[in-house]
């Protein structure tokens, strides 16, 4: 994929920056300093927090593609678990059917897969807006994976398909799970600063002028259509490679693990983190793993019967979209900018706003 | 041939439920111009009250109206707790609370009434080719059809209704209170789609029972074009019957992605539905 860059004043992000670097620099530069904080966290921390930290890996590319494509674009997807379906599935027959393949291509193949069918959900989708779109992906979701009922001994039923991949080259002395969750983090790290610089540069302008009027952007040169399927082909390549990372993470592809509550609460985390932002993506993903963690916890705690534990955070996430859309528009990277913005201000006007 | 006969017959009833489901969208769309997500989810509580109901009388018909009351008092509720509060911001907004309720719902009715399913009663004997069961199920959709369709059209109410949807600021110089005919609608659509829910549930009650039913119903109402109640119900019949062939030549499994594929190649060709009217846009 070509990334066409713009000079800092060009852009539509009122993010500051260094003149003298190019984005795509600078991105990669914070990529290999969030690997690095990555690295430190889990040489810090025991197997199960190294477990959720690339849990959060693999979250955030679905969810950054996904607020590319919600936040940025205005397409709404309630299936983007479909696409971490593909993904997982990709990874999960390549491992069991070529297992000479090295993992990177079958991460690389996960996101191909993802893209292809982004790009036919998307050629349908330029076409339909609003709730006619939110509708056809939700079908998306909830019929994509009963496909492995139909296909029994390809996909594995209601079981789907289990494999073990070992990726840690032999003589390095890590742990199987931390070396994993630096994989998951060096490829989402890639992909995100893929991300980042669409979102930077002229496509990702294209994108923000089709969210915010379809006839203005057509009348200044934007082929609307083409930059609708490009936001879905997109963010398809994040949801497979996400899904394919999930699947070399657990050693499984089944069909429960990609429901449409997945998809929701994909979207929850979007809205979570602040529509349109990536750092939001990061918030989303963060709180789509500790809500699930902290419940868990709060159900053990308590002594909660198991029929609140498991639905916990499932109603956790619907009140966060309801709460959120009603309270805090903007989410959590919103409240950010909000609280930047009012340490630059004198004390006084500070205490106004506390007030609000 | 038999084959054929039976799959034919098997998916006018299911699209009947289809239609009701369908039709409780296109009340809301066409009222509010918001599609509620949260409508299997409304009905799915409806369903678990009738079943908590029956269980504890013994009374089928009378869970069946305690469901009916509870859909209509969650559905003005919903309106005017949650919508209202939205009805100046994006389209976005309002689709994304609808499916925080959808969630919250799912989840709720699985804490109290747990995920695992529950048997859940036909209204009458299920057995046989279009049993006694089946023809009530059409027989009450076709009946609560007739009547919505009436009441828009031929009552004081009805008029109020459309005039409040579809020009709210005349209707309210004319003194209609459209507000109160907003939350109407939401509590009628609520009541229709609880009805669905108890129809569509048997013989098995758990919180995504009625994921599948709302993606055909869904469909149903954009087939329709979401704003024409005539469409959806002639939409959710004619897609019950395509989708039992479907189910009985393909395998069940096929069914889900037959209507997205439905839904995909319907609007690429027509955008705003089979029955829906083109919306001129103005460049």
Same mark, same amino acid.
């Given at each position: 994929?070509?990334?066409?860059?713009?000079p800092?004043?060009?852009?539509?992000t009122?993010?500051?920056?260094r003149? !003298?670097?190019?984005p795509?620099?600078?991105?990669?530069?914070?990529?290999?300093?969030?690997?690095?904080?990555?690295v430190?966290?889990?040489?810090?921390?025991?197997?199960?927090t190294?477990?959720?930290?690339?849990?959060?890996?693999?979250?955030?590319?679905?969810?950054?593609?996904?607020?590319?494509?919600t936040?940025?674009? #205005?397409?709404?997807?309630?299936?983007h678990?479909?696409?971490?379906?593909?993904?997982?599935?990709?990874?999960?027959?390549?491992?069991?059917?070529?297992? !000479?393949f090295?993992?990177?291509?079958?991460?690389?193949?996960?996101?191909?897969?993802g893209?292809?069918a982004?790009?036919?959900a #998307?050629?349908?989708?330029?076409?339909?807006?609003?709730?006619?779109?939110?509708?056809a992906?939700?079908?998306l979701?909830?019929?994509?994976?009963a496909?492995?009922?139909?296909?029994?001994d390809?996909?594995?039923g209601s079981?789907?398909?289990?494999?073990t991949?070992?990726?840690?080259?032999?003589?390095?002395?890590?742990?199987?799970?931390?070396?994993?969750?630096w994989?998951?983090?060096?490829?989402?790290?890639?992909?995100?600063?893929?991300?980042?610089?669409?979102?930077?540069?002229?496509?990702?302008?294209?994108?923000r002028?089709?969210?915010?009027?379809e006839?203005?952007?057509?009348l200044?040169g934007?082929?609307? #259509?083409?930059?609708k399927?490009?936001a879905?082909?997109? !963010?398809?390549?994040?949801?497979?490679?996400?899904?394919?990372?999930?699947?070399?993470?657990?050693?499984?592809?089944?069909p429960? !693990?990609?429901?449409?509550?997945?998809?929701?609460s994909?979207?929850?985390?979007v809205?979570?983190?602040?529509?349109?932002?990536l750092?939001?993506?990061?918030?989303g993903?963060?709180?789509?793993?500790?809500?699930?963690?902290?419940s868990?916890?709060?159900?053990?705690?308590?002594?909660l019967?198991?029929?609140?534990?498991?639905?916990?955070?499932?109603?956790?996430?619907?009140?966060?979209?309801i709460v959120?859309?009603?309270?805090?528009?903007? #989410?959590?990277?919103?409240?950010?900018?909000?609280?930047?913005?009012l340490?630059?201000?004198?004390?006084?006007?500070?205490?106004?706003?506390?007030?609000? | 041939?038999?084959?054929?006969?039976?799959?034919?017959?098997?998916?006018?009833?299911?699209?009947?439920?289809y239609?009701?489901?369908?039709?409780?969208?296109?009340?809301?769309?066409?009222?509010?111009?918001?599609?509620?997500f949260?409508?299997p989810?409304?009905?799915l *509580?409806?369903?678990y009250?009738?079943?908590?109901?029956?269980k504890?009388?013994?009374?089928?018909?009378?869970?069946f109206?305690v469901?009916?009351?509870a859909?209509?008092?969650?559905?003005?509720?919903?309106?005017?707790?949650?919508i209202r509060?939205?009805?100046?911001r994006?389209?976005?907004?309002? *689709?994304?609370?609808?499916?925080?309720?959808?969630?919250?719902?799912?989840?709720?009715?699985?804490?109290?009434?747990?995920?695992?399913?529950?048997?859940?009663?036909?209204?009458?004997?299920?057995?046989?080719?279009?049993?006694?069961?089946?023809?009530?199920v059409?027989l009450?959709?076709l009946?609560?059809?007739?009547l919505?369709?009436?009441?828009?059209?031929?009552?004081?109410l009805?008029?109020?209704m459309?005039?409040?949807?579809?020009?709210?600021?005349?209707?309210?110089?004319?003194?209609?209170?459209?507000?109160?005919?907003?939350?109407?609608?939401?509590?009628?659509?609520?009541?229709?789609?609880?009805?669905?829910?108890?129809?569509?549930?048997?013989?098995?009650?758990?919180?995504n029972?009625?994921?599948?039913?709302?993606?055909?119903?869904?469909?149903?109402?954009?087939?329709?074009?979401?704003?024409?109640?005539?469409g959806?119900i002639?939409?959710?019949?004619?897609?019950?019957v395509?989708?039992?062939?479907?189910?009985?030549?393909?395998?069940?499994e096929?069914?889900? *992605?037959?209507?997205?594929?439905i839904?995909?190649?319907?609007?690429?060709?027509?955008?705003?539905?089979?029955?829906?009217?083109?919306?001129?846009?103005?460049?």
């Amino acid at each position: 994929m070509t990334v066409r860059t713009k000079p800092a004043e060009a852009t539509a992000t009122p993010v500051k920056q260094r003149r !003298s670097l190019p984005p795509l620099l600078v991105h990669a530069l914070a990529a290999l300093g969030a690997f690095a904080v990555v690295v430190l966290l889990t040489l810090v921390t025991d197997e199960f927090t190294n477990l959720r930290l690339a849990t959060i890996g693999y979250y955030l590319i679905a969810v950054a593609g996904l607020t590319l494509l919600t936040g940025l674009t #205005g397409q709404v997807s309630l299936g983007h678990g479909a696409f971490m379906f593909i993904g997982a599935y990709t990874v999960a027959l390549l491992v069991r059917r070529v297992p !000479s393949f090295p993992l990177w291509a079958d991460l690389l193949l996960a996101s191909a897969a993802g893209g292809l069918a982004g790009l036919l959900a #998307g050629a349908a989708a330029a076409r339909l807006r609003g709730p006619y779109l939110a509708g056809a992906t939700l079908a998306l979701a909830v019929g994509l994976p009963a496909l492995t009922r139909k296909f029994p001994d390809f996909l594995g039923g209601s079981n789907g398909l289990s494999f073990t991949v070992h990726s840690r080259p032999a003589g390095i002395g890590v742990p199987e799970l931390r070396w994993q969750t630096w994989i998951v983090w060096l490829s989402v790290l890639v992909a995100l600063v893929l991300v980042a610089n669409i979102v930077r540069g002229r496509l990702g302008r294209d994108f923000r002028a089709v969210r915010d009027d379809e006839v203005a952007a057509a009348l200044s040169g934007i082929a609307v #259509g083409r930059t609708k399927i490009l936001a879905f082909l997109v !963010s398809a390549v994040c949801g497979g490679l996400a899904g394919g990372l999930q699947a070399f993470l657990l050693g499984t592809a089944a069909p429960g !693990s990609f429901t449409p509550a997945l998809s929701l609460s994909l979207l929850a985390a979007v809205v979570l983190g602040g529509l349109g932002s990536l750092w939001g993506a990061l918030w989303g993903a963060v709180a789509l793993v500790y809500f699930q963690a902290w419940s868990e916890d709060l159900a053990d705690v308590l002594h909660l019967n198991t029929d609140v534990a498991n639905n916990l955070p499932l109603a956790v996430y619907g009140v966060i979209l309801i709460v959120v859309v009603l309270a805090f528009p903007r #989410g959590i990277q919103g409240g950010f900018h909000r609280l930047r913005a009012l340490l630059r201000k004198p004390a006084e006007k500070k205490e106004n706003h506390e007030n609000h | 041939m038999q084959d054929f006969f039976d799959l034919t017959l098997g998916g006018i009833s299911a699209g009947a439920v289809y239609a009701a489901l369908g039709l409780a969208l296109v009340i809301i769309y066409r009222a509010t111009r918001v599609v509620n997500f949260a409508q299997p989810a409304l009905a799915l *509580i409806s369903t678990y009250l009738a079943y908590s109901v029956t269980k504890a009388t013994g009374s089928y018909w009378l869970g069946f109206a305690v469901a009916i009351v509870a859909g209509t008092v969650l559905g003005v509720a919903t309106e005017r707790l949650l919508i209202r509060p939205l009805r100046h911001r994006s389209e976005l907004s309002s *689709i994304i609370v609808t499916l925080g309720l959808l969630l919250v719902l799912q989840a709720v009715a699985g804490m109290i009434w747990s995920n695992e399913p529950l048997a859940f009663p036909y209204a009458f004997d299920f057995r046989g080719r279009f049993s006694a069961n089946d023809l009530f199920v059409v027989l009450v959709v076709l009946a609560i059809a007739a009547l919505v369709l009436v009441v828009f059209k031929y009552t004081p109410l009805g008029l109020r209704m459309r005039a409040a949807a579809f020009a709210p600021e005349v209707a309210r110089t004319l003194g209609v209170r459209v507000g109160l005919m907003l939350t109407a609608g939401w509590g009628l659509a609520a009541a229709v789609g609880s009805l669905a829910g108890l129809l569509a549930t048997p013989p098995f009650l758990f919180p995504n029972v009625l994921d599948g039913v709302f993606v055909y119903a869904l469909t149903a109402a954009v087939l329709g074009g979401l704003d024409n109640p005539l469409g959806t119900i002639a939409g959710g019949f004619v897609l019950g019957v395509g989708l039992s062939y479907v189910s009985g030549y393909f395998g069940p499994e096929m069914v889900t *992605i037959a209507a997205l594929a439905i839904l995909v190649v319907v609007l690429t060709l027509r955008p705003s539905g089979l029955f829906g009217r083109a919306k001129v846009r103005r460049v």
